[in-house]
């Protein structure tokens, strides 16, 4: 993924390993919330995340055809490194640990490592990677990353 500040209405690419790209992230513009729609190469919309200002917590749904997928909250006292919590509508959540803001960070569910966030594999400047392990949902875990960049760039900024 390319990192850039983004803007409402500011829409990117996800390219696979050959540079192929493979899911758009279409920021709708003119919305009182910040919504960005996950979609496929073609232009289908895979899912929503739409960002939730009405809570003690910093949160995003990430949605599919307006049901609830996931919902992505950032943890109340994050002392050394920042933590979030992707809490999964059928059960169970993804903890995502380590150095957000320098995109260097970790998903586990159930203690184990499922994707592995890291700038280190790139020398193209503001570019990232995301590793998903086999086996797991792809999408939901690209778009929760999109979700705490999304966070993360508001606090920053």
């Not at 513009?29 to 910093?58: C, M, P, W, Y």
């Not at 490194?81 to 586990?108: P, S």
């Not at 569910?109 to 594999?121: L, N, P, Y």
């Amino acid at each position: 993924m390319r990192e850039r500040m983004i803007a409402i209405g500011d829409d990117f690419w996800i390219e696979n390993a050959d540079g192929d790209r493979v899911f758009k992230v279409d920021g709708k513009a003119l919305r009182i919330r910040q919504t960005l729609a996950f979609e496929d190469a073609h232009g289908n919309e895979l899912l929503k995340i739409q960002e939730r200002k009405l809570s003690v917590r910093d949160k995003m749904a990430i949605e599919r055809h307006g049901d609830k997928v996931a919902t992505v909250r950032k943890a109340l006292i994050t002392p050394f490194r920042e933590r979030f919590k992707v809490e999964l509508a059928n059960g169970g959540e993804y903890e995502v640990k380590g150095n957000i803001v320098d995109h260097e960070y970790t998903f586990k569910r159930d203690g184990r490592d499922v994707a592995k966030v890291s700038k280190r594999w790139f020398r193209v400047r503001d570019t990232y990677g995301v590793e998903v392990e086999e086996g797991e949902n792809d999408i939901l875990v690209l778009a929760a990353a999109v979700a705490i960049d999304q966070m993360t760039h508001d606090q920053a900024g």
